[in-house]
């Protein structure tokens, strides 16, 4: 598999242990952001040349890819340049119908991404936040959940996987409670798209967020997935080209969603680069890529509870989270550990992966993390354990 990642093909002594943050690019995506950007480069939507015409056919065939990656339709698909501007188009545009009594419901878990544009919110509107506690276990209480609902509660956003204990919400309990006040579901999916195509119909949600370059694509562009009724009323976040219908000194007409929400040139090589890794994804088999990502997972949380003065946030339990495992190392500092790490060739992050409020929930300052992707392997997970017990040895 690695074989098929040009960067991991090019230096086989990394281990890439970061893929939560960024995930290495799928050689097929960057084939096709080459093909497209020397075969098809022009803008999209204003051009009648067959140049113009084969971007514009490139653009909106990557939407029917993302489409097809979330079980959705085409005309729901609006791109952006990644998970935090789609969290932050859903707080601008579904939060200006908002007003001081409306509540919103997040969580302790959540990446900053999905907080603070909440907090936002609330500075702008005078909306109230509600929080979900997190168990010790990492997992979302979601026995809280009827107690923070309320009538008022228009929207409950979440995140899908948590991009610190890997943990994985049970989106059936939240719709059901959602739908029991009238609130509007909204995932944070940036950490799940690694780990295979989503159902957003099954799931029952309103919307969902993520990244291309954390599944395989390019950076630069990301998803915004909103069901056709909500999109269809919701007013534009960013004016400027291509997002209007008329213009005038007096005011102007909103064009059709998904394009209201796509103001300017849009992210056109990444969509496509996007929509590659997509379709790769697509064709995978996923059951067995995910039972190889929980045994690779199950042997990292064995060798990790054998280190003295090691604590790994959340469950230990494999089948309980996507392969994101962060943990703290009595006395030692995360950069510390990441610096040893990394001049053994491991590529892991330290710090507090910006979810200051998880972190805070956990009484924990900082961590060093290692997310697993499906390139990862038994080597990868043995040097790791080694190069922990290396750095207990030397930094201790
Ligand atoms: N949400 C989660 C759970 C994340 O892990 C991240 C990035 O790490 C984001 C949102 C933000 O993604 P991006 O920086 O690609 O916008």
Known sequence: MKSEFPLLAAQPGLHYLDSAATAQIHRGALDAVLRHETGSRANVMRGTYALAEAADQAYESARTSAARFLNAAADEIVFTSGATAALNLVAHAFGAGLQAG????VSQAEHHSNFVPWLMLRERQGIALDILPLRPDG?????RLPELLHDQTRLVALTHCSNVTGAVTDVAAVVDAARRVGAKVLLDGAQAVQHGPQDVRVMGIDFYAFSGHKCFAPGGVGVLWA???LLRDLPPFHGGGGMVGEVG???????E???????????????VGLAAA????MGLDWPRLRMREAELCARLLDGLHDIRGLRVLGSMRADRRAPIVSFEMAGLHPHDICQVLDARGLA??????CAQPLLAALGVEACTRASLALYND?????ALLDGLRHAAKVLR
């Open 378 to 382: 038994a080597a990868d997970v043995a």
């Open 249 to 255: 000194p007096g005011g102007f007409s909103w064009a």
């Open 278 to 281: 997509l379709d790769w994804m």
């Open 139 to 143: 997992q979302l209480d979601l026995d």
């Open 257 to 271: 969603a998904p394009r209201r929400f796509e103001a300017g040139t849009p992210p056109i090589a990444q969509a």
């Open 102 to 105: 409306d509540r919103v419901l």
């Open 348 to 353: 892991l992050r330290g710090g507090h992966h």
């Open 227 to 229: 069901r056709r009724e």
